[in-house]
């Protein structure tokens, strides 16, 4: 009586093995013929813009209603930024950054000798077509009169 039951148990362990692999079968045959319409050679993983050169723009201060001219040079080192953010009314700041593929950049601007706590702030958006950088900013704290002050910017390549 013991062999039958464990003959028994090994059928239906075997059986039940058999229905899952061959469900499991069914399964992935269509997923592959679901994805197999997806997949195409010419999709390719986002690319991170080339931001690299001189850009010019305005920056708006909209604490104070202020607009300055602003210069902005680019150095790039795949999704690292460095250069430096000039407000045409006097000040320059050195800054690093990083831009990813969903065209989103960031940048902090690198301490200077008369302020070495103040820092700015910038994010911005990178156009489609890797032509227009549009954001907002702010001044830390640390900044003198500036501190806390935010503001827009818009620059073209």
């Known amino acids: 009586m013991r062999g039958k039951a464990i003959r028994l148990a090994a059928v239906a362990a075997a059986a039940l093995w058999i229905g899952l692999a061959t469900a499991g079968a069914r399964s992935v045959a269509r997923a592959q013929d679901a994805d197999s319409a997806d997949i195409s050679p010419d999709k390719t993983a986002p690319k991170i ?3 690299a050169g001189n850009w010019t723009g305005t920056e708006e201060n909209t604490t104070t209603g202020e607009t300055h001219a602003l210069s902005v040079v680019i150095d790039q080192n795949k999704g690292n930024l ?6 045409v009314s006097g000040d320059t700041y ?5 831009v990813n593929a969903k065209d989103a950049m960031t940048i902090t601007t690198l301490p200077r000798p008369k302020h070495p706590s103040c820092k700015i ?10 032509t227009q950088i549009a954001g907002s900013f702010k001044f830390s704290k640390g900044c ?8 827009t910017f818009q620059i073209t390549s």
């Open 144 to 151: 003198g009169n500036d501190s806390g002050q935010t503001g």
């Open 94 to 98: 050195d800054f690093t950054g990083t």
């Open 121 to 130: 702030n910038a994010t911005g958006v990178v156009s489609d077509d890797a």
């Open 49 to 51: 813009p080339d931001l």
């Open 82 to 87: 460095h250069g430096t953010w000039d407000i």
